[in-house]
């Protein structure tokens, strides 16, 4: 299951109503960041989602409206007694960017601040999911991230346990992968489920590898800055139209979108969602720290 809280849904300049781009995902007890837009740490504290707990944040390029809540953020952590090493991940720049922005305040980290620059095509490996890097285009080095569940035990079928002869206490076992009373787990369980897939765009025209990237997948979390109308600004400045986001979700059979990045030009006008519904209907345009649950049956804010 994910748990994703919208810390910050704007777009370059922060309104009264958006903060810049910021997305939490959290699953088990591990909080990922994607961007980390100025004033990401008080929406964090908005919210329940504890900063203390981000243990890695993603960055997809440096432009400040991503990334000028890094050093906030991370100094806000080592005051409040964070110990434990937090990863940065990155385009190539992302090293030199931190490493001056944190140069540039007075005070040490008291904790292990680990940058890594990735490239498209490369596959991080954490305890319960994977994260592949992949291109965007964006007129300066910037990525997009994919994350990907592991796999899920198949169903505990009870009946089969019962008519295998197997007790109550006899299940955690089998559920474990051992052997029980002769009886294999595969006889009981059905085969493994795979786990759910998220993708974080960042700013991106609408290219063949953001096209690829998201194939199928649960969520897909997408810029949205603007209408097909103003598609001339989109493309001088390296953004995609929400019409090109939704059909492409359409096309790809993505689960649900999520429209974040949203432009102040458009203020409370309906004309982005509409825009989104008219190719894609399970789209959202999530407001600032709300929060949504994806299960493999539903999408649902608590
Ligand atoms: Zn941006
Ligand atoms: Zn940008």
Redesign the pocket.
């Known amino acids: 299951m994910f748990e994703i809280l919208f810390a910050g849904t704007g777009a370059s300049v922060p309104s009264r109503d958006r903060s810049l781009p910021c997305i939490a995902v959290r699953i088990g007890k591990s909080i990922s960041l994607f961007d980390c837009g100025e004033g990401s740490q008080r929406q964090l504290m908005l919210s329940k989602f504890s900063f203390m707990k981000v243990d890695r944040i993603f960055i997809t390029?440096m432009?400040g409206?991503?990334i000028l809540g890094l050093p906030g953020l991370l100094q806000t952590m080592g005051l409040s007694g964070r110990r434990e090493k937090v990863d940065v991940f990155g385009p190539v720049g992302i090293k030199d960017s931190l490493c001056g922005m944190m140069d540039a305040c007075e005070g040490d980290l008291e904790f292990e601040l680990d940058i890594h620059e990735v490239n498209a095509g490369e596959i991080l490996r954490f305890n319960t999911f994977l994260v592949s890097v992949f291109a965007t285009v964006?007129g300066?080095p910037s990525v997009g991230f994919k994350l990907t569940e592991a796999d899920r035990p198949g169903v505990f079928d009870q009946e089969k346990a019962f008519l295998a002869g197997l007790e109550k206490s006899d299940y955690s076992k089998i559920q474990r992968g051992e052997t029980v009373k002769g009886v294999r787990p595969e006889e009981i369980m059905g085969p493994p489920r795979p786990g759910m897939s998220l993708v974080y765009t960042?700013?991106t025209v609408y290219c063949d590898t953001v096209k690829d990237a998201v194939k199928g997948v649960d969520v897909l979390i997408h810029e949205g800055t603007y209408v097909e109308e103003d598609a001339e600004l989109a493309k001088g400045h390296f953004h995609s139209t929400i019409g090109e986001v939704a059909r492409m979700a359409n096309d790809a059979g993505v689960r649900s979108l999520f429209l974040v990045h949203i432009s102040n030009r458009y203020g409370d006008s309906e004309e982005p969602i509409e825009e989104a519904k008219k190719y894609f209907e399970n789209t959202f345009i999530p407001n600032d720290l709300d929060i949504f649950m994806v299960t493999p049956d539903s999408v649902r804010s608590p």
């Open positions: 390029h432009h409206d991503h964006h300066c960042g700013d």
